[in-house]
């Protein structure tokens, strides 16, 4: 065999059997780079700057360099994704037909993955971002946590979801959020009141200065002390009661939360590079965001949730756990339309309206991970939007996904 064959053969071998697979495509742009910092290197901030426009990039590629993180190591021998030719993809917006990198050069995405179950189909970065960067999560991380509340449940580290959350954490006791069921808070159904509008004088930005600066966290928490609902009547979105569930985890398990996701979720689905989760000075992870890993391992934990909790044969977290978790309620509190204008809500998890059931992790500035456990069609989006929350700023990727959906969202 000759020296080209050779190479050749090989090459077949690295790409799944396919010669014109290809791998991830970097691009050193993205839309309106220069704001961003790009004639700089997009310099990293400090924790006072880390959020101005030019240093957003690095915050959003290096946040655990900014805050004490705890690692969650990798697996030994990572799970391989196969990969095929990238194909041609067009997405419907604003009444017109566009090619992907339309999309691209229209939105400031980190990074865009899209895989169908086990093979990748389409792997971009920009910004000068790599495969080798760990993104932060920001609220995608709730989901997380939710799903590792199921674990626990299974293991009988915790016994019910109607437990109270003092029950786990006696710093609770006397509390409204000790008094609120963990069923309530895996809802946010809580009734308790919590501000998050993202101004930097709400009550996400009390709660983080409190946490960042050495704060207990369960007096953290406690401070919201007034229920303005009655429990399991209205959905309001607040990071405080995923802040509540992760004590309660903590308590429950007995190991820190990026310990327990390492040992029941990160290693046995063969996450190829360590990810970290900020902690606050107690050591305590915030579970409410700040999760940090890289894109394919967000694939990963994509497709873990599109076979509903199951890897290779073997079921990390339980399937009716998942399913509870990303189911719609026909009517009620959590209902599209009513949790929210367009999504529904689970535990910890946005709903998409309709069937078939189909649900996305999301996080501010525009983290998302869209799951559609029927065709096992995963889209994971990371990017550095200007603002926290945008109006109308998720009508864009759900046209891209939707368009994903009808071209390869058949099982």
């Known amino acids: 065999m000759t020296r080209f064959a050779v190479l050749a053969f090989v090459a077949l071998l690295l790409v799944g059997g396919d010669a014109q697979a290809q791998g991830p495509v970097f691009s050193p742009t993205g839309p309106d780079a220069e704001g961003y910092g790009a004639a700089a290197g997009f310099p990293p901030g400090t924790v006072l700057t880390a959020a101005q426009q030019e240093h957003l990039v690095a915050t959003y590629s290096h946040f655990d360099e900014l805050v004490p993180a705890r690692v969650v190591a990798r697996a030994a021998a990572p799970w391989p994704f196969k990969r095929v030719a990238e ?13 992907i990198q339309d999309y691209l050069d229209r939105n400031p995405a980190t990074g865009l993955l899209i895989a169908k179950d086990d093979t990748i189909l389409y792997e971009h970065y920009q910004y000068a971002r790599t495969d080798r960067d760990r993104l932060v999560s920001q609220s995608m991380a709730k989901t997380i946590a ?28 006397g509390t409204e959020y000790g008094a609120t069921t963990l069923r309530s808070l895996l809802q946010m159904t809580s009734g308790i009141a919590f501000s998050e509008v993202y101004d930097n004088a709400d009550d996400i930005a009390q709660l983080s200065r409190d946490l960042v600066e050495g704060k207990d966290p369960a007096a953290s928490v406690a401070r919201f002390n007034t229920r303005v609902a009655p429990a399991g009547a209205r959905f309001q979105y607040a990071s405080s009661e995923t802040e509540v569930l992760g004590l309660v985890l903590r308590a429950a398990t007995g190991v820190p939360l990026a310990d327990y996701l390492r040992d029941k979720i990160w290693q046995p689905i063969g996450a190829e590079a360590d990810a970290s989760w900020v902690i606050d000075h107690t050591g305590q992870e915030l579970a409410f965001c700040c999760f940090n890993a890289v894109l394919r391992d967000y694939a990963r934990l994509g497709r873990l949730l599109a076979h509903d909790g199951a890897w290779e044969g073997r079921q990390l977290i339980p399937r009716q756990w998942v399913l509870d978790a990303t189911t719609l309620s026909a009517d009620g509190p959590l209902a599209p339309g ?40 995963v889209m994971v989006h990371t990017a550095v939007r200007k603002q926290p929350s945008e109006e109308g700023s998720h009508a864009e990727p759900i046209a891209l996904w939707l368009s994903l959906l009808a071209q390869f969202g058949k099982p």
Not at 148 to 164: H, P, Q, R, Y
Not at 369 to 375: E, F, K, L, Y
């Open 87 to 99: 194909p041609a993809i067009f997405y419907r917006f604003g009444g017109q037909r566009h090619p």
């Open 146 to 173: 939710a799903m590792l509340v199921g674990i626990a449940l299974a293991e009988g580290s915790i016994k019910s979801t109607d437990d109270l959350a003092a029950s786990y954490v006696p710093a609770l006791a």
């Open 338 to 377: 009513t949790a929210t204008p367009y999504f529904g809500y689970g535990y910890q998890t946005f709903l998409f309206p309709g069937a078939p059931r189909r649900f996305a992790l999301m996080g501010i500035r525009g983290q998302i991970i869209m799951v559609d456990p029927a065709s096992k069609l």
